[in-house]
């Protein structure tokens, strides 16, 4: 029993890391209909400023935390005013390809850069682990998990209530009629795209706190998983990509547990099929579905 | 007859030329280098190259091979089989190189291997451990010792220590990986050590807390860990993180991990087997440990730069015996060596597998390594 909840807990916590960066494919999906698959990049920029800022600089662990963040946003934004904000008006696999080109030209000008050889992380939180129930569960796994929670929370809370939300919200389901209702679209996207690259700015700390290692391409992975699990919850909405987040985490560990370590990719997009079949919108994702 | 003495005559002028004038484009012995130069095994190549281009610039300043001035060029794989393969043709093809060292890692050098020995050019690796690399292929030599060797110690070691119980967390995706499991399984049922937990776990998977999670469950007094440093270093930061506080072992690919950490402490529990010390005693390795602390500025912390050094030493020192570049001379002239090098005395069994020590290393919470054993064949 103790090694079953042990595995559920490890589940949970590469699973929120996913929701985490989820939560940028789905919001960003969910106004422009574009996925942005520069957004594991982002995580790897988030990190390496971290990295850079922590160990380089001497900054403290919080102030290396919040450039990461800026960092994020910074390229975030400035990625969808350079390379996507010119195609808005053009056909969607002109986006997506160029979203893949900005993924390229990120990993490649941080090889140059930073070179391929991974950076070790530091250990910037020294907590013992926590016990209890007879389970020894690190520090940063519940941190992680609560962490992820909590910003799920406070996202949905500012979309549904705040006016920035409400004309999110709008622009998502008819962008003409939200320009034409005195909404500045442009911002909103902007806003959007900032949210979501904070998040993966967040995650991106969380992420190496985790597996303290940095280098060029570690976006792709983590990337590739979190927009699967924005799928498999139904991408466009927000308790979605937290949702398939943490069935995702949870698939892979208890498939390495009781089924096969080497089985665990098969079995988890072979969960994503099933869904994908069975509900094609993804687990709660409906078909007038209100995006972000 | 009258070639032959024409080309000493040749090889006396050269002689003369090459301590006057710059060498000319001709006078020069070309040698290949190939192997993983960039990307998360990168370090590994890189330190072979270090090791290699060491030899080549003591031997050019002492006047070079035959006369002539050798030089290498360097091909990066980034770890890729078929990269390999591309570079060995261009630098035979195009390059005219009389000889190959690499490839670094076990997967390159078995497909370089591969076409090499179809063409007899001789290759020696400093690095490939896996057993087959040289089966069947009378041109393909190397300079480090074998998984199943370093398997049998590690097994031998553990025995020795006391240990009953041990589990292994391995890759069974790469061929270096699985051949050092395969070697660790079969002596350590023999030393009657029993394996309470295998677990697998592929190449860059960043996240080994579930396999690490039921391996403590199964209650191991030590695990086997035949990765590579940058994976290594993950598996014991987790294994910190959930709790399992025992001794991990591992080969010779893990040396590098000192870098990849920051808890240097983390590094006390792990034992390995390694090709060279910097402890070493024979005249040759201080030599070599002082003259690569001059050049490079760093001890040379990757056993590699060692092997590296005897490779290009024991290729170079062939073609010096068998008077040519001929490559089944230099061939038969690199099975028939017998030279005192870095890493131990090298003679080649029937195998063209070196004869030779390993050593068993540790480190203390500053990362230093530490000389803990030495196992002879």
Known sequence: MNLFLNQLINGLHVGSIYALIALGYTMVYGIVKLINFAHGDILMIGAYTAVVTLVSLNWSAPAALLAAILACVLFGVLIERVAYKPLRKSPRISSLITAIGVSMLLQNT????????????????????LR??????????????????????????????SKAGKAMRAASEDYNTAQLMGINVNTTITLTFAIGCALAGIGAYLYV???????????????LKAFIAAVLGGIGVIPGAMLGGFVMGIAESLTKAYISTTMSDAVVYGILILVLLVKPTGLIGSLSREKV | MKKRSLFSLLVAVALILSAVVPVLAEDVIKIGGIGVLSGDYGKYGLAVREGVDLYIKQINA????????????????????????????????QDGVVGIIGGVLSGESKALAEVSAE???????????AYDVTTDRPNVFRTCFLDPFQGNAIANYMAQQGVKKVAVLYDNATEYSEGLYQAFKAKSDAEGVEIVATEAAPYGERDYKTQLTTIKNAGPEAVFLPYYGADAAMVLAQAKEIGLDVRFFGADGISDIVDLVTDKS?????????HFTTDAQSEKAVAFVKAFEAEYGKLPSISFSATGYDAILVLL???????????????????????????????????NDPIKSAFLLTFDAEGNKQFLDQVDP
């Not at chain 1, 706190?209 to 990337?223: F, Q």
């Not at chain 2, 063409?119 to 451990?129: A, R």
């Open chain 1, 132 to 161: 209890f129930l007879g389970l020894q569960v690190s520090f940063i796994t519940v941190l992680t998990v609560l962490v992820s929670a909590a910003l799920m929370i406070i996202l949905q809370v500012f979309v549904k209530a």
């Open chain 1, 209 to 223: 706190m985790a597996y303290p290692a940095v280098s060029p391409t570690m976006g792709s992975l983590p990337g």
């Open chain 2, 266 to 274: 983390l590094l006390t529990s792990l034992v390995y087997t390694d």
């Open chain 1, 110 to 129: 941080a090889l140059l850069i930073f070179g391929a050889q991974s950076r070790p992380f530091p250990t910037v939180l020294h907590v013992a682990p």
């Open chain 2, 62 to 93: 002492a006047g070079g091979v035959l006369g002539k001035q050798v030089e290498v060029i360097w091909e990066d794989t980034q770890g890729d089989p078929a990269f390999a393969i591309s570079a060995y043709n261009k630098l035979v093809e």
């Open chain 2, 119 to 129: 063409d007899g050019v001789p290759q020696i690796t400093p690095s490939s451990t």
């Open chain 2, 317 to 351: 020192s062939a073609i010096e015996a068998a008077g040519s570049t001929d490559k089944d001379d230099v061939v038969a002239a690199i099975k028939a060596t017998d030279v005192s090098a870095v890493s131990g005395n090298i003679t080649f069994d029937d195998h």
